[in-house]
Every structure is written in structure tokens, then in C-alpha cells.
């Protein structure tokens, strides 16, 4: 089981409290959780990712086990405290603002 | 008795202000999407319970959002199961909230001058179709219109609009958008467009070719040319549905009207303090009465001498009285933006705007007085208004 937080105004969208749950069938990377979440949630396609080229949008940052998986190719198989479900994986707006 | 609903997009939210005929007493419902900038809100003529929203972010980009009670309970359009399913029972790609180009996109004017590619950023307006609830057109920026047939489930380009000398339009200062979409009730192939800082548009087969109407227009500070085809920084054009020839318009300096469906403007700023400003509209029941709100000028966004003056002309423009009676007269320094002004068809003609100060200001009485609904709203994107019978 894989926990997922999201930001604020995505679990408003997609009406969820807290952290959401899923079970993927194959490795886990950000790739393919992003994917799990765009398909129990059709509302977030486009608000994580673009909806063409599938590139992460610039304000948002993913984060696991104390470490940014922002930057790293999105097929990148993250650690397996992710994937027991022992940590969670973060999708967090940037801060920007003043 | 009718009543009316107002409806107002801001920096973070929407609300929806509701009130009898008399438009005393206001309920103040919101915010809708509390945190999002919503651009604006429009209901459906054919359908005024269904309402469209144009909800955005730069964090979480594009959301087009549905009411189909009045704007009671809100969905994004296309992310119900049923609507992801194809035809073979497995699911399609999710199309919702998608706004693509159409074709090679090609690019257009960057501020220093090069050419810069055409990136989707948010949708500014949205315009239901007259007749049909599901058909309503999007103006987006960078500048396109794009049309769903469905609902807000899916929608297209026509982007027969960049090929009228794209490569040459420039984003003004707040963006290069389609911010203006008037639809002609009297022939449904035409349909009026304005982009800021590229001008305004016509088309006569239904968008799929479009040709500038700027002819008229001066831009000499801004423009080498004072004469270009593209390139004037139109801020808003108005037409009153009895007479979809006349066009009045507010550009970044002047005020203007054609009597020929834009083939060719005159100035009609008059007496007016400035003749820089945004929003422009024209009074429900008298086709030749119009309103402006001058602003200072280009370099300083708020009324001059800090008094919040609405100008009325009766006469179609040139001349023009200030209404102020109801609205502060000094140390007022909002602006009012290009989508944030609107009538109600009652009678008398109620009149509607929105500041960037939060307020929005009503008037019962055609603008000859005007009140407060509220006071202390995010800064106003948008206001639309639906008379309801």
C-alpha cells in the first residue's frame, strides 16, 4: 500500500481528506503513482502534469523519504519505504509568493 | 417578481451575489473555489441555471468548472466515470480541463521583439452559446478561442484565428489573451473577438477564418506603424443585441465605435477626463447609452484625482456625463478591469462593476446612483449578470 499526500487545493478537487491509498501492480516511481492518482482522479489530469507531454508542472515537487524526487526521470523507482507504505510520497506546491 | 444573479470572478474565488428585482437587499454566497483565481463566470442564456467558471492556478493550471443548479453545487465537466469510459468499455484519455492548439502553433511577438512559441496558460472568458447550453467558446491566453459542443467535456480550437497575422501580435502587460468573445444574435456565424495587445477580430463563417478589424484604430505610442492591421492593445468591445453592427470599444488610450461591424472605428472619447481605461458596456434598453470608467493612465491604474467616477454618454460617445453619486470621491485608487462591468435586463437597467479594491457597486437605476453590494472581496476579476424571471 502506498500513501500519497497531496496539496491543499488538489484534495479539495478531488474531494479527499488526508492521505490517499493505492496499491500499484508494478514498480513504484513517481511516474507511474502519478498515473494511479490521474485515474481514480480524472479531475487532477493536468494539475500535476501536463496533459501532453506528461512533464511534471513547474511549481509542484515531489518528495520521499527526506529527499526531492523532482528532478529525477519520472520512471526512477523510489525507495522501498514508499512502497511498503512505511513513508509517504509528497506532491507539494513550491513556495512562491511573498 | 425577477430577480437577479450576480456573478464575480476574483483572485480567490468566486461569489455569487443574488437580489429581487428592487436589488436592495444582496445575499452573498462564496467563496466558490476558495485560493483560485477564477477569471470569470458566465451562465448559459438558453439555460440560466447553467453556469460556467474559469478556475485557475499558476501551481495546478486550467479547471473548467459546471453548475447545473445555479450555481448551488459545481463539478468539473468530463471526470464523471461515464464520461471517461470509450465506447469498447475501457477508459479514454481524460480530455477534461484540455485545452491543446491545434497544428504546428507556430509563434508569435515577444516583448523584446523575437518570436516566442504559443504556450496555454489559462482561459480569460467564456461565452455560452445563445441557444444551446453545451456549446460555449473559451478565450484563452495566449490567444485562441477554443469551443466545446459537449458540455465543457472537450474542447477545440479553431485555430483559423492565429492565421489572421499571429506571428505578429504581442502580449500586453497583463498577457496575450482572448478576453472578449461577443456573439452576434442576429447571424450565428458571426462572432467578435479582442486580444490584448493584438486588436479585434471578426468571422462570418463561424470561426473557422477571421479577419482583423482594426481599421480606425491609433496606437502611435505604442505601434511604429500608427496604422497596423494587428497590434493595438484593445481592452474591451460592447455591442447591445438589438443592433450587432455597432461596436463600441475601450482600447488602452481612446474610446471607440463603428457602425459597420468594425470595418471601420471612429473616436468617440469626447469629453472624458482620460480615455484610458478597461471595461465598456452598453445599457440594456437604450442601445446608444454606454459606460466607461476612465482611468489615469497607462502608468498609474486607479481613477484620477482618486475620485471612482462611472461616465455615461447617451448619445453613442463624445459626449459624456460622470456619475458618481453613490461611489467615493476621494482617496480611491482601484481599478476596474476590462471583464468587470455588466447590465441586468430590468427596468429600470441595473448596472454592475467590480474594483480591484474587492468592492462591487450596483446601480437600480441605470447608473444614476449606485451602492455598495459588497465592500471587501478579493481584487474583482469579473462580473457577469444573469436576470432571472
Redesign the interface.
Given at each position: 500500500m502506498i500513501r500519497v499526500l497531496l496539496p491543499f487545493h488538489l484534495r479539495n478537487l478531488a474531494r479527499v481528506d488526508g492521505e490517499v491509498q493505492l496499491e500499484l501492480a508494478g514498480p513504484v516511481t513517481p511516474a507511474a503513482i502519478v498515473d494511479a492518482i490521474e485515474a481514480r482522479y480524472p479531475v487532477l489530469r493536468g494539475t500535476i502534469r501536463d496533459h501532453v507531454t506528461k512533464k511534471r508542472r513547474p511549481m509542484l515537487r515531489f518528495f520521499a523519504c527526506e529527499e526531492d524526487w523532482s528532478l529525477e526521470p519520472p520512471d526512477t523507482v523510489l525507495p522501498e519505504a514508499v512502497a511498503t507504505g512505511k513513508e509517504p510520497f509528497m506532491i507539494i506546491g513550491a513556495i512562491a509568493g511573498g | 417578481m425577477s430577480t437577479v444573479r450576480v456573478l464575480v470572478g476574483t483572485r480567490k474565488g468566486a461569489f455569487i451575489l443574488t437580489a429581487d428585482g428592487k436589488r436592495k437587499n444582496w445575499d452573498v454566497s462564496g467563496p466558490h473555489f476558495g485560493?483560485?483565481e477564477i477569471y470569470h463566470l458566465k451562465g448559459s442564456p438558453s439555460d440560466p441555471n447553467r453556469i460556467y467558471a474559469s478556475q485557475s492556478?499558476?501551481?495546478?493550471?486550467?479547471?473548467i468548472q459546471r453548475s447545473d443548479d445555479g450555481g448551488k453545487t459545481w463539478n468539473?465537466p468530463?471526470?464523471k466515470p461515464e464520461?471517461?469510459m470509450g465506447a469498447d468499455g475501457f477508459?479514454k484519455a481524460?480530455v477534461?480541463?484540455?485545452f491543446?492548439y491545434e497544428g504546428e502553433v507556430g509563434t508569435h511577438k515577444w516583448y523584446d521583439g523575437t518570436q516566442h512559441p504559443w504556450e496555454f496558460k489559462r482561459i480569460w472568458h467564456l461565452e455560452p452559446s445563445t441557444t444551446d447550453p453545451d456549446t460555449v467558446y473559451a478565450g484563452a491566453e495566449d490567444a485562441a478561442i477554443f469551443k466545446t459542443t459537449d458540455g465543457g467535456k472537450s474542447w477545440k480550437e479553431l485555430s483559423g484565428l492565429r492565421s489572421a497575422k499571429g506571428s505578429l501580435w504581442q502580449p500586453g502587460a497583463g498577457g496575450m489573451a482572448v478576453h472578449t468573445i461577443l456573439l452576434d444574435p442576429k447571424n450565428a456565424k458571426r462572432m467578435y473577438i479582442a486580444i490584448s495587445a493584438a486588436g479585434a477580430f471578426r468571422t462570418d463563417d463561424g470561426g473557422k477564418s477571421w479577419k482583423p478589424i482594426n481599421r480606425g484604430l491609433k496606437s502611435q505610442y505604442e505601434l511604429p506603424d500608427p496604422d497596423a492591421e494587428v497590434g493595438h492593445c484593445v481592452h474591451r468591445i460592447a455591442l447591445h443585441p438589438s443592433r450587432p453592427d455597432v461596436l463600441f470599444m475601450q482600447k488602452h488610450w481612446d474610446v471607440l465605435r463603428t457602425d459597420n461591424a468594425g470595418d471601420q472605428w471612429t473616436d468617440v472619447g469626447g469629453n472624458l477626463p482620460t480615455d484610458f481605461g478597461f471595461p465598456i458596456d452598453v445599457h440594456a434598453h437604450e442601445p446608444e447609452t454606454i459606460y466607461v470608467v476612465p482611468i489615469t493612465s497607462d502608468s498609474l491604474h486607479y481613477p484620477p484625482e482618486g475620485k471612482l467616477r462611472v461616465y455615461r454618454s447617451k448619445s453613442g460617445g463624445n459626449d459624456w456625463e460622470p456619475l458618481t453619486k453613490g461611489l467615493p470621491q476621494k482617496d480611491c485608487y482601484v481599478n476596474v478591469l476590462r471583464d468587470s462591468m455588466c447590465v441586468d435586463s430590468l427596468e429600470p437597467c441595473g448596472v454592475y462593476f467590480g474594483t480591484t479594491g474587492g468592492q462591487v457597486y450596483g446601480s437600480a437605476d441605470g447608473g444614476d446612483s449606485w451602492n455598495p453590494i459588497v465592500r471587501d472581496l478579493p481584487a474583482v476579476l469579473s462580473v457577469e449578470v444573469q436576470t432571472l424571471p
Open positions: - | 485560493g483560485w492556478s499558476g501551481w495546478f493550471g486550467q479547471i468539473p468530463g471526470t464520461d471517461l477508459p481524460g477534461s480541463n484540455m491543446v
